[in-house]
């Protein structure tokens, strides 16, 4: 029976060894006339625009690191006011709560008056915090100047484009409650 089957193996190897042959060469002879009908079409390149260098006068350019114009550059640097006076006590004092949280991310949802002072109530996080004029809120060292009914006036102090510290004022107004 061993004898058989290893007859039967060797009858089916050299039966498929026989397919195989003629498909590789149809292939082969397949790809050589498709290579011998293509011939690759390359642009040709342009010709290249010509340089002409330009004369360097010496005498006409500016002087980039002459000193007298430094000296007044650095003069007219120190005359102006420091900015730094601005955001010195704000970085010097202590956070409060609501200076974690963005003004945007804040709602304010009423007022009252407390022994004669507007408090403002103020929605975040699904919290409610009172706050009172002198109080700090938002990223931008926000201080609450004014407490009205209808809204909450504050000073900011931010970064302009050159990099300046400015104040801004910015207002929270009473939201009405979504149903």
Same mark, same amino acid.
């Given at each position: %029976?061993?004898?058989?089957?290893?007859?039967?193996? *060797?009858?089916a190897v050299l039966g498929l060894s026989g397919c195989f042959g003629s498909e590789q060469e149809d292939l082969?002879?397949? %790809?050589?006339?498709?290579?011998?009908?293509?011939? +690759?079409?390359?642009?040709?390149?342009?010709? +290249?625009?010509?340089?002409? +260098?330009?004369?360097?006068?010496? *005498?006409?350019?500016? @002087?980039?690191? $002459? %000193?007298?114009?430094?000296?007044?550059?650095?003069?007219? @640097?120190?005359?102006?006011?420091?900015?730094?006076?601005?955001?010195?006590?704000?970085?010097?004092?202590?956070?409060?709560?609501?200076?974690?949280?963005?003004? @945007?991310?804040?709602? %304010?949802?009423?007022?009252? @008056?407390?022994?004669?002072? +507007?408090?403002?109530?103020?929605?975040? $996080?699904?919290?409610?915090?009172?706050?009172?004029? *002198?109080?700090?809120? *938002?990223?931008?060292?926000?201080? =609450?100047?004014? =407490?009205?009914?209808?809204?909450?006036?504050?000073?900011? =102090?931010?970064?302009?484009?050159?990099?300046?510290?400015?104040?801004?004022?910015?207002?929270?107004?009473?939201?009405?409650?979504?149903?």
């Open positions: %029976m061993s004898t058989f089957r290893f007859l039967l193996v *060797g009858l082969q002879r397949w %790809m050589a006339e498709q290579r011998a009908q293509v011939k +690759p079409t390359v642009p040709p390149i342009s010709e +290249p625009k010509k340089f002409t +260098p330009q004369a360097y006068t010496e *005498g006409s350019s500016f @002087d980039p690191f $002459d %000193m007298q114009k430094l000296t007044q550059a650095l003069r007219r @640097d120190s005359a102006q006011p420091s900015t730094s006076a601005l955001i010195a006590p704000e970085l010097a004092r202590r956070k409060e709560a609501l200076e974690a949280f963005p003004l @945007d991310s804040m709602t %304010m949802v009423g007022s009252l @008056d407390r022994n004669g002072q +507007p408090v403002a109530l103020i929605s975040v $996080d699904k919290l409610l915090y009172q706050v009172r004029v *002198g109080n700090h809120l *938002g990223l931008n060292y926000g201080l =609450i100047t004014r =407490i009205s009914e209808t809204e909450l006036g504050l000073r900011e =102090i931010v970064q302009d484009a050159a990099g300046e510290w400015i104040e801004r004022v910015a207002t929270l107004q009473l939201q009405e409650r979504k149903k």
